[in-house]
């Protein structure tokens, strides 16, 4: 504030102007550094302002008191407003303007690629796998062996084989046949079977009419060594005809009857049924009855003979009349013969 109180600056009977009104520079005066024409021409007038009242100032010492405290108030305004318009004015003198700075070459625009739709991807085919090898048959194994059955009728398991490779993978589409080691087969019978993707040939009808033990059967496959089975037997069926084998011939009362009589069961394929118990008895002269053992049982050849029979008088046309204790078994008689 210098040496003199505050209302000196603005003179006796002036009071200090309110805070709101001590604002800074105008706006045309705040950009030092490039200050526009009509700032300048503002600083050049404030300068001349200055320098006025610094004059002013010089002639109001030569004629007035120094004492007059506004002669002094004068002095200091007018120095001070000289020293402020000239520092602005230097500073806002305008900076020399920058050497120009060779043009930069202009760098070649890079071309941009024409951009193409993006394709799917194409997936590549997956190769199909090459076929595997077929299995080469190399043996013949008999899956379910054949069990003793009834004549006429089916193995219950059906037997079955497998064909199979060196290595024992099963190998498919081979034809099988079966064989029989003696007789034949009845004439339904399917003694062929293809091999199935398990390698498996299966004889469900294998029929066998002819009672037998010890039978065998044989698989075999072309190109491959026979499969030989497990022994079986052949089991006649139940008993079905009664036939007289041996007739009576002429005789004499109270002796055996000649011949002697003798009959046959048999199954419906002529197989002989033995353990069949069979009775004689006289169907003529039907007033009669004979004499001696009348019941016979068959033996293992099917046979019942009857050699101790007699008849108690005599007749012309004496006829047996034999009858089996099985079901469905007729009773047959013998043929008419001469008793003495």
């Known amino acids: 504030m210098g040496p003199y109180p505050e209302r000196w600056k603005y003179g006796p009977t002036k009071a200090a102007p309110p805070p709101a009104l001590r604002t800074p520079l105008s706006k045309p005066f705040r950009n030092f550094r490039n200050p526009s024409p009509r700032s300048r021409k503002g600083l050049v007038g404030l300068i001349t302002i200055a320098d006025n009242i610094s004059m002013n100032s010089l002639l109001a010492k030569s004629r007035h008191n120094q004492k007059n405290p506004a002669n002094r108030l ?76 009834i004549a006429g009728r089916a193995f219950d398991p059906a037997p079955s084989v497998r064909v199979l490779s060196a290595e024992g993978r099963p190998v498919a589409g081979v034809e099988v046949t079966v064989a029989l080691d003696r007789g034949t087969f009845a004439a339904t019978s ?114 019942a003979v009857f050699d101790k029979i007699q008849l108690p008088r005599a007749s012309k046309k004496a006829i047996l009349l034999f009858d089996a204790a099985a079901a469905g078994v007729p009773n047959t008689p013998s043929a008419p013969f001469r008793v003495r």
């Open 190 to 303: 399917q003694t062929t079977a293809v091999t199935d993707a398990n390698g498996s040939a299966l004889f469900p009808v294998l029929l066998i009419e002819k009672a037998a033990n010890l039978h065998t059967l044989s698989f075999t496959a072309p190109g491959l060594p026979a499969a030989i089975s497990a022994q079986f037997n052949i089991r006649f069926a139940p008993p079905r005809y009664l036939a007289v084998s041996t007739q009576p011939a002429a005789s004499r009362v109270s002796k055996p009857v000649a011949g002697p009589p003798a009959v046959l069961i048999t199954d419906s394929f002529g197989n002989p049924v033995p353990r069949v118990p069979v009775t004689v008895s006289l169907a003529e002269p039907s007033s009669d009855a004979l004499r001696g053992t009348t019941r016979i049982t068959t033996d293992e050849s099917g046979l």
């Open 74 to 149: 004068l002095q200091h305004m007018g120095g001070s407003l000289l020293a402020i318009a000239t520092l602005v004015l230097v500073a806002c003198k305008p900076s020399p303007a920058p050497a120009p700075q060779p043009a930069a070459a202009a760098s070649p625009t890079p071309k941009i690629a024409e951009s193409k739709p993006a394709l799917a991807p194409t997936l590549a085919p997956t190769p199909e796998p090459a076929p595997e090898a077929l299995p080469v048959p190399a043996r013949v194994e008999i899956a379910a062996q054949p069990l003793q059955t």
